[in-house]
């Protein structure tokens, strides 16, 4: 079955450090990938997205690039925040035909990021 | 953009009671809601797919009688825990997808069966 692979954590990092979050996976088919964020007491939200094999998702300084030879997404993000403390998702989702689909998760890494 | 309500957010119960979770979608239509667990330290496991109006479809290993999926209307879908136990406790999220924006999140349910 479709798996995702993520680093454990806590990650404790201090601010303006290079971050990166490593997520792989296996999948039966080819699949779409996502990195979500869970900020405390709030909802997932995404983050950003790939649909295919090397395309690089962004958004707010973070990136993933879909790596279908490695099958990896690792997230990255060049200088953290402390505001970037969080709980990340790496997941992804293959098309059945059938209709909406749910995503499989990794475990989710929780990042600190100290002053 | 898309708002999915999820209440409560916390919720203590004593063992062999029903516990009822509500997911709702504010500003948009939802034919489809996922309703996923999490126990501590492992992923975000899917437990089921509601689609309005029908029975919901739900994963292997999860029992169908004990954890109750209505989605009566395009804007609610409700997870009711029958007869719940400690083991039961957990972490519960839904989630709307196939919208224009994607999959949208609740904040989530902590469930502590005692």
């Known amino acids: 079955g479709d798996s995702v692979t993520q680093m454990e954590g806590p990650v404790t990092l201090s601010e303006e450090a290079f971050l990166t979050i490593n997520c792989t996976y296996t999948?039966?088919?080819?699949?779409?990938l996502f990195w979500y964020v869970q900020y405390p007491g709030e909802g997932l939200q995404l983050l950003l997205k790939?649909?295919?094999?090397?395309d690089k998702g962004s958004n707010k300084g973070f990136e993933a690039t879909y790596r279908k030879e490695t099958t990896s997404f690792h997230l990255e993000k060049g200088s953290v925040q402390v505001s970037d403390s969080a709980v990340y998702f790496c997941?992804?989702?293959?098309?059945?035909?059938?209709?909406?689909?749910?995503?499989?998760f990794g475990k989710g890494t929780h990042l600190i990021i100290q002053p | 953009g898309a708002v999915v309500s999820q209440h409560p957010s916390r919720v203590i119960c004593k063992s062999g009671t029903s516990v009822k979770i509500e997911c709702r979608s504010l500003d948009f239509q939802a034919t489809t809601m996922f309703w996923y667990r999490q126990f501590p330290k492992q992923s975000l496991m899917l437990m089921a797919t509601s689609n309005e109006g029908s029975k919901a479809t739900y994963e292997q290993g999860v029992e169908k009688d004990k954890f109750l999926i209505n989605h009566a209307s395009l804007t609610l879908s409700t997870l009711t825990v029958t007869s719940a136990h400690p083991e039961d406790s957990s972490f519960y999220i839904c989630?709307?997808?196939?919208?224009?924006?994607?999959?949208?999140f609740g904040s989530g349910t902590r469930l502590t069966v005692v």
């Open positions: 790939a649909t295919k094999a090397d």
């Open positions: 989630s709307a997808g196939g919208t224009r924006y994607g999959y949208t």
């Open positions: 999948a039966t088919g080819y699949p779409s």
């Open positions: 997941a992804l989702k293959v098309y059945s035909g059938g209709g909406a689909d749910g995503l499989t």
